[in-house]
Structures are given as C-alpha cells and as structure tokens.
C-alpha cells in the first residue's frame, strides 16, 4: 500500500510539473462514452481533444498521430458536471463568516457575486475530485442551510455560526455568475446570469407573508420597468418614489426585458403556480430552484417550458411547504417533459453528492441517460452554456474519466479535462489523507511534505 | 442481587472487563448483560436496616418515598415495546452479509418466534412448517442501526413548536431526557424504516457541555415513546465537545466561551458526580447497619453522572477534533469512566491508533465536512484511515435524510479507502452501519449482527446495499415484517401524513 501511495504520488507530482501543452492533441481511448446528447451512450470508444475542443468522438475515431493518449482502461468518459446552483468558490467554511461571499448584506438584487470569487478555494478541486467542472455561483438569502440539526445549522436555534449580520435578508438575493473550477487566476466565464428570489417560507420570512412577498416583488418588477423606460427622469428626481435603490433597479432591468431570468427558490405547488403566473403576467424568464412538490404541478411546468433545479432526495415533510415531497420527485417531472438539473443541497458536501443524487434518481424510476443528462446536459441547457455539458464534435473539453459507473459510490475521476486541459490532482484533503494513511514515522507527521 | 457499587470499584472493574473485549463498549455492560436489565432493583425499603442491627422495627428509618431513591426505580419510564406478530420464515439464494464478517453466497437465513435460529451456507437446513422465500439475487443484512439521530426530538416538519432537541439553557442538562422529547409520529421514522433502519439511538442536541440522556428505540410505528423503547438498552449521556457549547454559552457571557472553559465544565461536573455518589453511599452503609442517616437529596442531573461513574449509562461523546477526543481520554481516566463512542469525529483519522488502544468507537459521515472548522479537516478517507488504525468504526447520521441511506454512506467511506489500496470487504464494511454501532450503543448481545439467538432485525436489499442504485426492500425487527417495498400494507405512515397533499407517500 505505500508503495502504492509514493508511486501515485510520485505520478502526480509529475503530472502537475508537465507543462499540458493544448497544441498537444489529446485522445481518451479504451472508454465507455457517455455522450449526454442524441448518441447516447458509445460501449467503447475514442475521444479527441485538440485546441481545447473536443475534434472526434465515436467508436471508429483513431488517436491522431502525435497525440497524448489516454487509456481510460475500460472506464467511463462522461462530460464535465455542472453544479447548477451553488456556493463554490464564494464560501469556503459555511459557519465561518468571514469566508462567506454569498450575501447580499446591504444590498439586494444588485449584490454580485462574481466579485467574490475565490480561485484558491481548497473546494474548487475537490469539486473536481467528483467530477464538476463548471459551477453556477448563486447568492443565498441568509445563511443558505447546510450543516445538521445537532449542530443546528437548519434554523432550528440560534447555534448556527454562519448567518451573521442578515437580519432581515432582502428577498432578491443577488445576481449568479458561471465560473470553470481549472486550475486558473480567473474563474469567471459569465457574470449575472441570473437574479436569485426566495419566495415560499423563506420569502415570507422577511416579507411578512406570501402573499406580501409576491406585490413587492410585482411592485419591484414594475418600478424596474418604470427606471428603465426613464433613466433621466430618474436621476433628475422626476420619477415617483421606488422601492429598491438604483443599484438594485439595475439589476432588475435585464430581467423585466427577459434577457435574463430569474432563479426563483420555492417548494410548495401552489407556490410554484403562483411564480408561473408571475412569470406570464410579468413576462420574465423564471428557472425553479427546489420545487420539491413539483411533481404535482409537473405538466404546468412542462408547458410554460420552465426548468427546474432539485434535490431528489428530499423526501420529508420537514417544513409545510415541503409536505409532498417524494423520492420520485425527478423522474415524474422528467416524464412530463420538464427539464431537470439535478443538485445536492446548498452545503457544498452535499453538492459534491449530486452525483450520488443522481443515481439514488435512477433507483427511484429516472432513467439513467435521463439522470445522467440531469448533472451535466440539462443544467448547461438551463443556463445558456452552450459550449459545455454534452461530449460532442465542437463542444468544449470539459471531460472527466470515471473509474466506473460514475453514479456509483464506488467510482471516483482518474482524469479530469477542462477546456482541453488535464487538471492538477492538488487536493487539500488527499494531503491531509496521505498524511495520516501513511505509517507514523520516527518524527512527527508535520514534517511529511505533500 | 446487584449492590449499587463505589466509584472506585466501578473503575476497577471496567478496567477488568474492558480489557477482555474487542471494541469495547460491551464493557459497560459486563457479563451480566444490559445494563438497564442488571440495574439496581429497587432498594428494599421496607426491610429497612436489613435486621442486622437488631433494632425494632418502630425504631428502623423509614423507607424513603420510591421517587426521593435513585435506586428505587432506575427504569421509570419503562419499554412497553412487543415484538409484532411474525411467521417462521427462511431465506433461499441470497448473497447475505452477516456483520460478524463473512459474506455467504446463495445463503440461507432463518427466523423463528423473532429470533435468528439459522445462517449458513445453501445446504442449511430449513425446518419443515417454515415460509420459505426466494431471495436470489437479493442481498440480506442485519437491520440498519443509526446511532446518532435525532428523529422525533426534531422531527418533521421542523418547526419551533417541536424543536425538542437542544435544552440550551445550562452548559449542565444532564437531567433531561431525550425519550420526554420524541414524538412518536415524526413521520421521519418511516423513512428510515424504509431505508432498512430498524435501531436508533435518539439523541439530545450537542448545545450544553452535557446535554441529557440518549435513548435507545425500535423502530416500529407507535402511539407512544414507550412502544418503542428498546427493551434493556443501556441509556446514553450526550456530552459535547467543541465549538458548540462555547458558541451558545460564550454569546450569552456565560462560562464556556473557551475551549478551556469546556474542560472546566467536564471536570467540575465529574466532582459534583462523585460526591454525589459517596453520599449515597455513605447513607446507604449506615441504613444498612441500622444507624439513623439522612438521605442525600435526590438530583436527576447527579443520578445521570453518577451512572455514567458507575459504568450504567454510556458516554456518547460529539467531538470533531483528534486533539479534543485526546483531551476528552484523559479527563474520563481522571474521573474512572469510559466513553462509549465519538460522534462525527472528522478528525478520528488523526488519532486512530489511540481510538484503538483506548477501545473507543466513532462514529463519522462519510464526507460531511467544512461546514464548521472543527469540521475543516474532515476527509473521506476518515472512516477508513482510523479503521485500518484498529479503530471500532460507525457510520452515523444525524440527519433524517442521510439517516434513510446509511448504505450509500458505508460505501463512500469504503470507496475512499479502497482508492488508496485498503482492500475493505463488503463483508467488514457493513459492520459500520449495524454490529458496531450495536456495540457502542450497549446492545450487541441482541441485535447488529445475523447470528442465531439474536433478535431477527433482517434487511433483504434488492440488490449489492453498498450500490447506489439497492434499494431495502423487506425490513424484519424481531422477525416481524415491519416495512415491505412490494406491499403497501406493510407501508406504515404516521399520523401527521394522513390526509397532506401526496398523502405522505414516499414510493414511487
């Protein structure tokens, strides 16, 4: 076993130093190609990289000469995941504050949480030690959940450690940003893509109920509209009194013009009518985040083509507005023809489970390719990234090779590409592993070098 | 008849008998069993001075009212639990892990009269009259045991009304008792049911330095606390270690705000134990020799220590990091106790070897981890490292919906090992999730593993439960069919679930 772990080591070490040249082609050979698009699946194939693309894929592509082969080994090639809303990169240690970039504080829809993004976050490659590439950093109203009720992180008391200093969160939590989780300075690929709204408990939290949250956010989107249409009366003082400041106001402007949608947060199935409504009456862009009761509005969903993002798992009636909530949840929606992006819970541990999630899906009736699709394909479809998400010709190379059957708990990345390039395997906690997983030497472990 | 014993002879004892077991929380219970089952019997109050004195009996002191004697009635609460009806039933052709470490292929398993009465290869004999059922292509473990959980004390839905799980107004509470905190109906129970959880240990919250009693339940569909109460399970003391506390404490400027604080909270407590004891002890001398005493005032938080120095009443200790599970070693050897189990325990990869060398368990997810800093080196290596250190390792939840995968969680930390070469069976791996933590929890003599004459707690799984994709698909506690994936009677759904919207379904 050491010498397993030195020679792995070892390997590493000089795969991180290899200067990963992208005029090098690339192919993955010896591979199960799980494409996520209208191939399906290819038993066993080649893929080709060149350029940061992906230039060939299917069962009869050669390796070009002077390529870099990798042999996956039988294993799986799948397309890089996509965390379709979460914290990585703006919060490194939930119940620290300090490391909590995901707040609006004063501000509301204007919060913007590409400022915040941490590059060196220990998170970003462990993100890709289970196979996500790409992330939807999305602001949270408050402390964002996570953590466990024994150490009351749910809301249950006052123990939580991480939601200082929002006591009266806005119910417009800020404006996402797509960031690529390589081994790189800048991480940012696309600012406010989105505006997060909670609505439901958490909306009502701060407005008083539903049905108060549901006119001030009408009232916001109008006074929106109302700034953008006079810009110069606004700063002229001309324009009747609005409820959010300018920078907020601003922020909604893309939204109200339907260039940008919002992510609305809601669990209850009346809830979620009342936000398609609001999405026709307003004629805004809406994606759901939650929606734990949607499989009982799922045609609804279907019809006014509105995607959701979930976590299959919740199953209890942990709250009132999350009474129905079943193990099927994805696969009905699935079957109704909604489009579904499958995610773990806001703490990023359980985000690293989506693909966990995914399979746990699978058991409960979604169809594999479906599941599949639902952690890469479709939460790229969500989101307008059509570059990334399936492994087709012209697609950029966002990949990862899989030991196995990459829903499986068994199964863990031997590679990981993005954008063309093999990603360094520097892992905060493979370090401290190695550390501890090998035998105590005569002077303290302190001393072992990574 | 079982004499209450002196701090010191406790101490002496456990030692003894700990020495002799493997991961040790059997110790507790001694040879004589469960410890609630060898608990003191009520003192004889009646018979006064025992007639050694001599004295009549006008003269004799008279007997305390049963609720001022710690000893008159230990279990006052008592278990009203009775195993459902069950038919004899075997299990042809399944793949069968047995959590004692073997793995039989095309395996036969029998259960008679809620008992195991056979476990073996497929020429196993079957006695004639039983239900046989085909189970090829299925896997049969022992039932799922949660040792951290919190399910009823907060249950669904999780609204302050029922946020029964943290006493958090004393750093003390270990007066309470987290069986006056279960709601019966928390519609979380069946979940896990579903899940193949069968035990649980109910747990106080990790707010106060000692936090109250844990209980021990069967998880069966009751109106009551009491109807699944797990018949001689040891009780457990809830301590914390860590962040927790100081945080909730430290806010209200009150004592621990430190980590130092903390440890002077234990040790103090530990004093007041002791001394507790020996007035109970020396009241008890006297009366027995006839002599005039006045019995020390009773004290539900002291009866709680006391017990725990007493070697009753096993320490279930929340503690994250390696340095403050160190910390916490020294402070039971200073006061003669033992600690059963860590809880969550990150950090256990880190003092693995002491974990062993102590025959403490812990307990840990399989990566739940950065969402504090006591949690910030948390790996998913960590389960495996301290295992392959000798460590008694537990896969724990402390979550209504982790709590309903246990499965899934044994085999992330399986995995997370064998990617470094560990080489951990399926065979070893489910002992995590069933025959250890019947151990820490005190109750391994009658559940946890699949071994004739033990309660016949079976999950037969729809395919390999360490697979994403296995689903429990028949759940047994004591031979009785409790939980069927196939048979909506034996779907059980709790009262809070009749007439919401999906009507608390949670099948497909």
Known sequence: MIRTLMFSGAALAALAAAPVALAQPIAIVNARIETAASAGAIANGVVVVDGGKIVAVGPAVKAPAGARVIDAKGGVVTPGFIAGSSSLTVAEVNAVNETRDDRAGKLSAGFDVQYGVNPASTQVPLARQVGVTRAIVTPVRSQGGGGHKDDGFDGHDEFAGGGVGDADPPLFAGQAAVVKLSDDEDLVLKAKVAVALDLGESGARTAGSRGAALVLVRSALEDARAFARNRSAYEQGATREFGLSRIDLEALVPVVQGRTPLLVRVERAADIRQVLRLAREQNVRVILEGASEGWLVADELAAAKVPVLIDPLVNLPDSFETLAARLDNAARLERAGVTIGIQGSRDFNNLRQARLNAGTAVAYGLPYQAALKAISANVAKIWGLSDVGTIETGKTADLVIWSGDPLETSTWPTAVLIGGVEQPVKVRAFELRDRYAAPEGARPRQYTQP | ?508
């Open chain 2, 1 to 508: 008849m079982v004499e209450w014993r002196s701090a010191a002879a406790i101490a002496a004892a456990l030692a003894a008998s700990l020495a002799a077991t493997g991961c040790a929380t059997t110790g507790a219970s001694g040879p004589g069993g469960p410890v609630a089952a060898a608990a003191p019997k009520a003192a004889p109050a009646k018979t006064g001075g025992s007639g050694k004195s001599g004295k009549s009996a006008s003269e004799a002191p008279k007997p305390l009212p049963p609720g001022l004697d710690p000893a008159a009635n230990p279990d006052p609460f008592p278990s009203t639990y009775k195993p459902a009806p069950s038919t004899p039933t075997a299990f042809k052709g399944a793949t069968v892990l047995t959590a004692t470490g073997a793995r039989i292929d095309n395996g036969v398993v029998v259960m008679t009269d809620g008992k195991i009465t056979a476990v073996g290869g497929p020429d196993t004999p079957i006695p004639a009259g039983v239900t046989v059922i085909d189970a090829t292509g299925k896997w049969i473990t022992p039932g799922v045991i949660d040792s951290h959980s919190h399910l009823g004390v907060y249950p669904s839905p999780g609204v302050s009304a029922r946020s029964d799980g943290n006493e958090a107004t004393d750093p003390n509470t270990a007066q309470v008792w987290a069986e006056h905190s279960i709601w019966p109906h928390d519609p979380g129970f069946d979940r896990a049911r579903a899940g193949g959880v069968t035990t649980l240990q109910i747990l106080p919250g990790s707010a106060n330095l000692f936090g109250g009693r844990s209980v021990t339940v069967r998880n069966v569909p009751s109106g009551t606390m009491q109807g699944m109460k797990f018949p001689g399970a040891p009780y457990g003391l809830k301590m914390a270690c860590g962040e927790n506390p100081k945080r909730v404490y430290g806010g209200r400027n009150r004592q621990p705000s430190t980590a130092m604080g903390n440890v002077a909270g234990y040790r103090t407590a530990w004093i007041n134990a002791a001394d507790y004891q020996r007035k109970w002890d020396d009241y008890r001398a006297k009366r027995d020799k006839g002599e005039k005493a006045d019995p020390p005032k009773r004290d539900l938080q002291l009866d709680t220590l006391s017990a725990v120095l007493r070697g009753e009443i096993l320490v279930q200790n929340h503690c994250y990091r390696g340095d403050e599970m160190a910390v916490m070693v020294d402070i039971a050897k200073e006061f003669g106790y033992k600690i059963s189990m860590f809880h969550h325990a990150s950090e256990a990869y880190k003092v693995g070897p002491l974990l062993a060398k102590e025959n403490i368990c812990f307990a840990t997810w399989a990566d739940w981890q950065g969402f504090k800093m006591e949690s910030y080196d948390g790996i998913e290596a960590n389960a495996a490292i301290a295992w392959k250190a000798g460590a008694c390792t537990v896969i724990h939840s402390d979550d209504a919906t982790i709590t309903q995968r246990l499965n899934q969680e044994a085999a992330v930390a399986m995995a997370a090992g064998n990617r470094i070469g560990m080489g951990i069976t399926e065979a070893e791996a489910i002992k995590w999730i069933t025959a250890n933590p019947a151990k820490a929890m005190g109750i391994d003599k009658q559940t946890g593993s699949l071994e004739p004459g033990k309660r016949a707690d079976v999950v037969v799984w729809t395919r390999n439960p360490f697979s994403v994709y296995a689903l429990a698909e028949k759940v047994y506690v004591d031979g009785a069919l409790t939980y069927d994936r196939t048979d909506p009677r034996y779907q059980p759904k709790s009262d809070f679930s009749l007439g919401q919207p999906g009507e608390g379904a949670f099948h497909p």
